[in-house]
C-alpha cells in the first residue's frame, strides 16, 4: 500500500526517506493505487536535465477528467463539487455536483469539437471566476485540446501576445465581469487584442453582465444557445501521460512571457497527492482557495487537485473588500469552510482593518489556513494566526511556482511544527538543495544560498511553449544538473528552508511575478522617456512596491511631471494591466551604469529600500558621480 494520506511526523520522515531513495518505486505506487489509467506506463521516470528532458509515466493512457469527474460518480454523484459565490452577496450561489459537472464539462467539450476544435489545438480561456472557467479548463482537457487560461486582469495587448505566441485559434470569454461595485468590459478587451490576432476564428462568448456587446459576424458567437444543443456525453480523448494538459504565461526576464507547458500524468499525480497532504483534505471538507484560475494556484489548487480527491470546491468571483471587508469571513461563516489557502498580500490588506470586520463571523469550521505566492511576514504571519486561526488552526505556508505545478515546500497541517515564515520542510520526493555563487552546493545548515532543486518530480513543466532554448536557458544553466528556481532562501539550523525572495529580475507585487524587462518597454514607449529601470521596494500591502527611475528626453522639459506619471502608468496599464503600474517615479538625469554599459539595479534596489549605508564599490562605475544626485531626489 502507498501512503497516499500521510498521518505523522515519523510518518513523514520515513516516507520522505523512501521517496528520495527510489523516487521511481514511490512514485510508481502513489499512480497506480489512486488514479484511473486507461493503459499502464512502460516507464516510470525518463530524465536528463542537460538537454533537458523529463518524462514521467511514459507509455501511459489516460484522461484527467475521468479521473477528476467520471470515476466520482459512483460514490460522489450528488456530492457538491463546485460552489460558486457570486461578486454580489444577493445573487445566489451555484452548487454544482459532479454529475452535473460531468454534464456541463461534456456539453462544453461538445461544443468546441462542433466548433472544430481537436486534439493537441490551443483554446485561449479568457474569463471571470464563474462556473464557466472551471469548465471550460476540463472541457478542454476532456477532448486533449490544451488550454492557455490568460487571468482576466491582463490588457489587450498582453493577452495577443499570449494568443499570438501558442497559436490560439479559438478563444472563450464574456460580455463583461463584475469586480466589486465595477464591471469590466472583457469583451471589448478581447476585441482590441484580435485585432492583432489574424488566426483566431472562433470565440465563443458566455453572458455574464448582460451587456450590450456587438458579435462580429462569422467569429464571435453567444455559448449558451450552443451549449442548449450539445449532448452530455462526450468520450474522454485518450491522451499520452506526456501530452500536454495546458500552458501558462509566466512573467521572465525579457519581455516575452514564457509559456510554461505542463503535461497530463505527472501533473495529476503529483497535484492530487499535495492537495490532499498539504490541506489534509477529509471527504466533507469545503475547501476554498481566494487564487484567480488564471494563476498556477488557481489551475492546481482550485480546479485540477480539489476535484481529482473528490472535494468540494468553491470559486469566489468578487474582491475582499466587496461589499465591505468582512466579505472573506461572512464567505466562510456561509460555506463552513474548513480549509482556506490565500496570499499574504490579502492578508496584509485585511489585517489593515483591524479585526471588527472579523469578529461577527464564526469562523470554528476552519481546519487549515494556507499561504502562497510570496513570503509571508511575521507580522501577518501571526495575524493570521490570532485572528482567523485564534491559535488552534494549523497554518501552512506553501512555496512553489507555475513551473513546478505542484507545492514544493510546505509544513504538513497539524504534523510539521511551523515556524513564522518558513515554509519548512520539502514535499515527499522533493530534493531541494541550495548552492552557492561559485556554483557549489552547501551541504550544512544554518546558510543562505540560490534554491535548486536536484531531482526531477512528476509536475515539473516540461519546456516553454516553442522555446525549448529559453527553457534550458532560464532553468538548468546557471547550475550544472539541477533545476534553479530563481529564489533565494536560507536553511536553519534543523533543516526548515525559508524563502528569501527572487535573486533574478522578477519582483513579486501583490503576488503576481512582474518581469522588469516587459515594464520598461511599456515605459520606454512614451515618446518623452530616454530609459527607464525598474526595481522593488518594500511594500506594506504588496509587498514589494515598483519603484521606476526614467530619463526624460530634452523634449520632456517643460512639461508638469505629474502628467507624464500619469500617462506612463496608462501605458503600463494598455501593455501589461494595472498590476504593473509604479508606485514611484522618479525621474533622474542618468541611470549608474558599469563600464559596459548595464544598468547597477542593485545600487537603484538599494537607493529604493532607503538602504544607502552599504552601497558597496561605486568608482567601477561609468557615471559614479550620478549615485550621489539619485539619492538626493530619492522618493
Ligand atoms: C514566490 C505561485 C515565499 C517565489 C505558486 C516563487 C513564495 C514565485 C511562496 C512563484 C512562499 C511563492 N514563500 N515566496 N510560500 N510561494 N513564492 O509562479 O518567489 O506565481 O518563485 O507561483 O512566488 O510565483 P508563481
New binding site residues.
Given amino acids: 500500500m502507498s501512503n497516499y494520506f500521510i498521518k505523522s511526523f515519523e510518518e513523514y520522515f520515513g516516507i520522505y526517506r523512501k521517496s528520495v531513495e527510489n523516487p521511481e518505486l514511490f512514485w510508481q505506487e502513489i499512480a497506480e493505487e489512486h488514479f484511473l489509467w486507461r493503459k499502464k506506463w512502460d516507464k516510470v521516470l525518463d530524465w536528463d536535465f542537460t538537454k533537458p528532458e523529463i518524462k514521467w509515466f511514459q507509455g501511459a493512457k489516460l484522461n484527467i477528467t475521468e479521473n477528476c469527474i467520471d470515476r466520482h460518480l459512483v460514490n460522489r454523484a450528488d456530492k457538491v463539487a463546485v460552489i460558486f459565490e457570486p461578486n454580489n452577496p444577493e445573487e445566489k450561489e451555484e452548487k454544482i455536483t459532479y454529475q452535473q459537472l460531468y454534464e456541463r464539462v461534456n456539453k462544453m467539450a461538445n461544443v468546441l469539437k462542433s466548433q472544430g476544435v481537436k486534439k493537441g489545438d490551443r483554446v485561449c480561456i479568457y474569463l471571470p471566476m464563474i462556473p464557466e472557467l472551471t469548465i471550460s479548463v476540463l472541457a478542454c482537457a476532456r477532448i486533449g485540446a490544451i488550454h492557455s487560461v490568460v487571468f482576466a486582469g491582463f490588457s489587450s495587448q498582453a493577452l495577443a501576445t499570449r494568443i499570438n505566441d501558442s497559436d490560439c485559434k479559438t478563444v472563450i470569454t464574456s460580455d463583461g465581469s463584475y469586480r466589486g461595485n465595477k464591471t469590466i468590459d472583457l469583451k471589448r478587451i478581447v476585441d482590441d487584442a484580435l485585432e492583432e490576432c489574424k488566426n483566431v476564428e472562433t470565440v465563443l462568448v458566455v453572458k455574464r453582465i448582460n451587456s450590450n456587446i456587438k458579435l462580429k459576424e462569422n467569429r464571435d458567437k453567444w455559448l449558451a444557445p450552443l451549449l442548449e444543443e450539445a449532448s452530455n456525453e462526450c468520450n474522454a480523448e485518450l491522451m499520452d501521460a506526456e501530452d500536454p494538459l495546458f500552458i501558462l504565461y509566466?512573467s521572465g526576464s525579457t519581455g516575452m512571457p514564457k509559456g510554461m507547458v505542463h503535461t497530463t500524468g505527472g501533473y495529476m499525480v503529483y497535484t492530487a497527492y499535495t492537495f490532499k497532504n498539504a490541506f489534509n483534505y477529509q471527504e466533507n471538507d469545503v475547501y476554498w482557495c481566494t487564487a484567480d484560475i488564471g494563476?498556477?494556484?488557481g489551475h492546481s489548487y482550485i480546479v485540477y487537485g480539489p476535484l481529482l480527491n473528490g472535494a468540494t470546491t468553491l470559486m469566489f468571483e468578487g474582491v475582499p473588500n466587496y461589499p465591505d471587508f468582512s466579505r472573506f469571513w461572512q464567505i466562510i461563516e456561509k460555506y463552513k469552510v474548513n480549509q482556506f489557502y490565500t496570499a499574504p498580500t490579502a492578508i496584509r490588506a485585511l489585517a489593515k482593518e483591524g479585526i471588527e470586520p472579523i469578529t461577527p463571523y464564526d469562523l470554528s469550521s476552519l481546519k487549515v489556513l494556507g499561504?502562497?505566492?510570496?513570503?509571508?511576514n511575521e507580522e501577518a504571519w501571526h495575524w493570521y494566526d490570532d485572528n482567523i486561526g485564534k491559535n488552534k488552526v494549523s497554518i501552512v505556508?506553501?512555496?512553489?511556482?507555475?513551473?513546478t505545478g505542484g507545492i514544493m515546500i510546505t509544513p504538513l497541517p497539524y504534523i510539521t511544527p511551523t515556524k513564522p515564515t518558513y515554509?519548512t520542510l520539502p514535499f515527499l520526493g522533493i530534493q531541494p538543495v541550495l548552492m552557492d555563487e561559485n556554483g557549489e552546493e552547501i551541504k550544512e545548515n544554518q546558510v543562505e544560498g540560490r534554491l535548486c532543486i536536484k531531482y526531477p518530480w512528476p509536475s515539473i513543466a516540461r519546456t516553454i511553449w516553442g522555446n525549448h532554448k529559453r527553457y534550458k536557458e532560464t532553468y538548468f544553466s546557471t547550475f550544472k544538473n539541477k533545476y534553479f528556481?530563481?529564489?533565494g532562501a536560507l536553511r536553519d539550523e534543523v533543516g526548515y528552508y525559508r524563502?528569501t525572495?527572487?535573486v533574478d529580475d522578477v519582483i513579486?507585487v501583490s503576488?503576481?511575478?512582474l518581469g522588469t524587462a516587459p515594464i520598461e518597454g511599456a515605459i520606454n514607449e512614451h515618446s518623452m522617456v530616454a530609459e527607464s529601470a525598474i526595481v522593488g521596494f518594500p511594500h506594506d500591502i504588496k509587498g514589494n512596491g515598483l519603484y521606476g527611475y526614467i530619463i526624460l528626453k530634452v523634449i520632456g522639459e517643460g512639461r508638469n511631471h505629474d502628467n507624464v506619471r500619469k500617462e506612463i502608468n496608462q501605458l503600463i496599464t494598455e501593455q501589461i494591466g494595472p498590476i504593473a503600474k509604479l508606485d514611484k517615479i522618479q525621474f533622474v538625469r542618468e541611470l549608474p551604469k558599469t563600464r559596459s554599459g548595464k544598468i547597477m539595479r542593485r545600487i537603484l534596489r538599494k537607493i529604493a529600500h532607503k538602504d544607502t549605508s552599504n552601497l558597496g564599490d561605486t568608482s567601477t562605475l561609468l557615471n559614479p558621480e550620478i549615485v550621489q544626485e539619485i539619492m538626493d531626489n530619492a522618493l
Fill in positions: 509566466t494563476w498556477i494556484t499561504t502562497v505566492g510570496e513570503p509571508i505556508d506553501t512555496w512553489w511556482q507555475t513551473e515554509a528556481t530563481g529564489d524563502i525572495g527572487r513579486i503576488g503576481h511575478n
